[in-house]
């Protein structure tokens, strides 16, 4: 059965094309079919370390030509990576993990090859961000990604000011050696607001962390360990505003939209008829579904 979906694959590559491939954050099983299929055919692969990605292909008996393309040369390794495909070949690109181009090179090789007529095919796989979100326990269908927090507090305190009043999810990484000084910050923003932290997703000591920010401070105080690899922090949204002070006349003309329309856009509506808080409007309309 996976001979028949491997070959399938194999047998729907093209020439002229550059996979973006995602390979694993941590643990080397959650690799595709399809992500083995394009590795081990590709006339050349892209690799962000090549000392990193000649493991992951050792691990799966793959030999490949690999060309270092990092974030210093990117721009550069374009040009070569156009020839190759103007020479007729298949060219893979991949990151030490995860996916190319998410916080990691890979976009400016991708716009270039695009604007030079080539095909960019993503090739899906292992994610930080999607993994951490699934056990997080939002349900918000809308989140922010906002990538590796500023190092410097004036910085991050900046950041979490515009986040205040957010009523979605923001996923964040942060590094150990930072970490520590970022949920401080975190901590004197959003005393109320929960947090899980993600740490070492896919990996022997992954570990998950759910709370206040004062109850992960804590648990990184205890034990020092939880301090340490990869992380994945995600703030929950704001607790709902108050919409007792919106006037009656605004709750009416809410309650007949949402009868009609999605949610959000009868808020949307409403706020634009009455000059209320949108955020209020479909606060108090998520109320009535409870």
Not at 51 to 66: E, H, N
Not at 180 to 203: S, V
Request: include cysteine; proline fraction near 5%; glycine fraction near 6%.
């Amino acid at each position: 059965m996976f001979q028949k979906h491997y070959q399938k694959a194999c047998d729907s590559l093209a020439a002229q094309t550059l996979y973006v491939v995602a390979t694993p954050i941590g643990n080397l099983a959650d690799i595709t079919l399809r992500a083995l299929a394009v590795l081990a055919n590709a006339d050349v692969v892209c690799a962000e370390d090549t000392r990193v990605t000649a493991q992951l292909l050792a691990a799966y008996g793959i030999q490949a030509k690999l060309v270092s393309v990092r974030e210093h040369n990117e721009q550069q390794m374009a040009d070569k990576i156009i020839a190759f495909l103007s020479d007729g070949l298949t060219v893979a690109q991949v990151s030490d993990a995860g996916t190319p181009a998410v916080c990691d090179p890979g976009a400016k090789l991708a716009e270039r090859v695009r604007e030079a007529g080539f095909a960019v095919v993503p090739i899906v796989g292992a994610s930080a961000v999607m993994g951490a979100l699934s056990v997080a326990g939002v349900a918000e269908p809308n989140f922010h990604f906002n990538g590796f927090l500023p190092p410097k507090s004036g910085e991050r305190q900046k950041l979490f000011a515009q986040w205040a009043a957010a009523d979605y999810p923001i996923i964040m990484f942060e590094t150990p050696h930072r970490i520590e000084a970022a949920l401080a910050d975190m901590a004197a923003a959003f005393p109320e607001r929960r947090l899980t932290l993600a740490r070492e997703i896919t990996k022997t000591f992954e570990t998950f962390l759910s709370g206040s920010i004062t109850d992960i401070q804590t648990a990184l105080q205890t034990d020092n360990n939880q301090s340490r690899g990869e992380m994945v922090l995600i703030l929950h949204p704001a607790p709902p505003q108050k919409h007792s002070d919106l006037p009656e006349s605004a709750r009416n003309i809410m309650k007949i939209l949402a009868e009609e329309l999605p949610t959000k856009q009868a808020a949307a509506l409403t706020a634009k008829i009455t000059g209320e808080s949108k955020k209020a409007l479909y606060d108090l309309a998520l109320g009535w579904k409870e």
